[in-house]
């Protein structure tokens, strides 16, 4: 356990002072600000004002943004280390490959899912000083959600980083990743698999699979619990789920989905060749 | 005590190790000489437990891969290419003395010998630091701790000729209790620290020689060189060495680790022209050699 936690914590050091941590933490902190410089709380949108109507545009921000950043950091500064020989001198000392492989994990997850949430708990943290109501429930929920697809992305990351051997080919793995789950979004994909008259439960299937799809309907769930604006396939599922299952499935499913890959990843690591 | 048996190693449709058979024993001094590509660094990386192989490695009985923690708490290793690492050394040093069971103090040791003052730079990152404090910092990591087998990759390649000396020194504190692997392309860089030569090449052993090993580690040269005429780029690679002028640029004075006299008759053959005189006497010696 002690190898686990020395391991995790060399990692959170090397992604401190690493260049591509300044800017996903410029990035997220940089759009709270933004969205609170136009006013955002000012404004309303489907009934929504205030810090919820903040957390909202900020969850569908984050949905874009994380997990590339999540899977490309992740698999270039893998694969990089592997490169530049950083495994050679680190895997020469008497560290178990478990405690290497997990701490890694431990720590590039606090250094991932930290700067978004530290974000957010700015954004509530001023509407309490100004005085604007915040939204807890939707608040912890969001939180919940965050922690869990950065979880998921960064266990598909690792598990990528272990299957290819260069930064050129884990970076193209990684982007067309994200780049599937992407185009399997309730309104591409699956709009026009609908279209072609699959049937329905494939597309459910789809759908559910797909960690950004979950994310999706979970977070909208919160303001829209029609689902009017999102497409069929969420429709479907919140018909099939109800809104408080799904809500859990959308929590527990991305964790179990990015430890698999994880695992996976380790066990692959453990086979073969280490740097 | 470390067993190659029967160790091929192929990546892809390529054989780098082809049915190695090796036997080490303790207080070996072992060169592991050969050209690019000849297996030297997938050799070492086999003996770490780093790369999966077919036969058999064992370092004391125990499978490097399989019980890497009890092998590799035994190892030192030095790589020829330092890692690019960003975080401070204090904190190398803390992650490698934690890890390996030693006290931080110790490498802190080996490092001031070679003088490496890790208090005034404990902040800096490793990879801001220049090749031979790199080199330096990667020695004490892996000397200051309770090793029986050091593996170094070109480990005196960037040391100043003082920090070779004290290099040598420490190498000769360790003779009657640690194997030693030493990789190089070139065996007049390594040969005066070794009683054992493998040479390979394509995968293969294709010299295992066993050499004098009169030379003493940690013993010195007083050297005396008479030139022709003064000569610019002479007097700044033998002030490089330590050496003084005592006669108008013609007459110098200096001393030479014993291990490097090679190196050292090496950098003078660029002058030989200039050259009229030049005498090297055994002035230390070690007890135990």
Redesign the interface.
Known sequence: M??LW?TA??DI??SL??RWFMIYSLVFGGIVALLFAFGLTESRVLGFIGLSRLLVTYIQLSMAILPIFVLITTVRSVAGDRE??????????????SAWFWGKIIGRYLVVFLPVFAAMAAAAGWATIKEVEVPWEMFLYYTGLLASISWCFLGIGMLISTLARSIDVAQGAAFLVWLTMLLFLDLILLGIMIQGHVSPEVVVAAALANPLQVFRTAALMLFDPQLVVIGPAAYVIFDYFGGPLFKIYALIYPVVLGTLAATGGFLLFR????? | MINFNHVSKTFKRNQVLDNIDLKIELGERIALVGSNGAGKTTLI?CL?G???YDGEVTVNGLVPRRE??????K?G?V?Q????????VG?LVG??A???NSERKRMEDVAQRLGLDLGKIARL?FVKLSGGMKQKL?IAIAMGRDTNVL?MDEPAANLDPDARHIFFELLAERLQNTTMLISSHRLDEVAPLVNRVLEMDRGKVVLDDRVADDASLSGKLACRLTLRRPEEAIAKALMGWGFRDTGNGTEWEGMIAGPDRLRFLGVLSRYVGLLTQISLDETERSAGQ
């Open positions: 002690k190898h020395l914590k060399l050091v090397e002072r690493a530049a020989g950083v495994f050679e001198y680190l895997l020469s000392l008497p560290v178990s490959l086979r073969g060749d280490l740097p | 990386r770490l780093e790369y999966v890497r923690t009890k092998v590799l708490q190892i290793f790589p290419l330092p890692p690019p690492l960003k975080m401070p904190q992650f490698a934690s890890l390996c990152p990667l593996v």
